[in-house]
């Protein structure tokens, strides 16, 4: 069974910056797209930014250039770097991955796409 472990979450200053973490396990991670969504409790999972099997990458407006998507394969994980941070950023944090092969260069924006969720990680900024 796929796994994903977030880690790295916490409480930041507005303007500071964190670095998320996503471990996997239970199959070849560099076949399978991976991505991370935010929610905050009443509102829709949202999308955050995705990272595919060719390392292409897709943004949301809400955060394309304050966050950056990477992966390390042969440590099966996959980062978030948060810069810039935003009180509205504050969320519960997600990776997740699609339990099918999409294209190298194909980049799945909708939680529907994906089958695989993390337990969530805890991003607080302050004023």
């Known amino acids: 069974q796929v796994q994903l472990v977030e880690s790295g979450g916490g409480l930041v200053q507005a303007g500071g910056s964190l670095r998320l973490s996503c471990a996997a396990s239970g199959r070849t991670f560099s076949r399978y797209a991976m991505g991370w969504f935010r929610q905050t409790p009443g509102k829709e999972r949202e999308f955050v930014a995705v990272?595919?099997?060719?390392?292409?990458?897709y943004y949301a407006d809400s955060v394309k250039g304050r966050f950056t998507i990477s992966r390390a394969n042969a440590k099966n994980t996959v980062y978030l770097q948060m810069n810039s941070l935003k009180p509205e950023d504050t969320a519960v944090y997600y990776c997740?991955?699609?339990?099918?092969?999409?294209?190298?260069?194909?980049?799945?924006?909708?939680?529907?796409?994906?089958?695989?969720w993390g337990q969530g990680t805890q991003v607080t900024v302050s004023s």
């Open positions: 997740a991955t699609p339990d099918k092969y999409y294209s190298g260069d194909y980049l799945p924006s909708g939680p529907y796409e994906y089958d695989y």
């Open positions: 990272i595919s099997r060719s390392s292409n990458t």
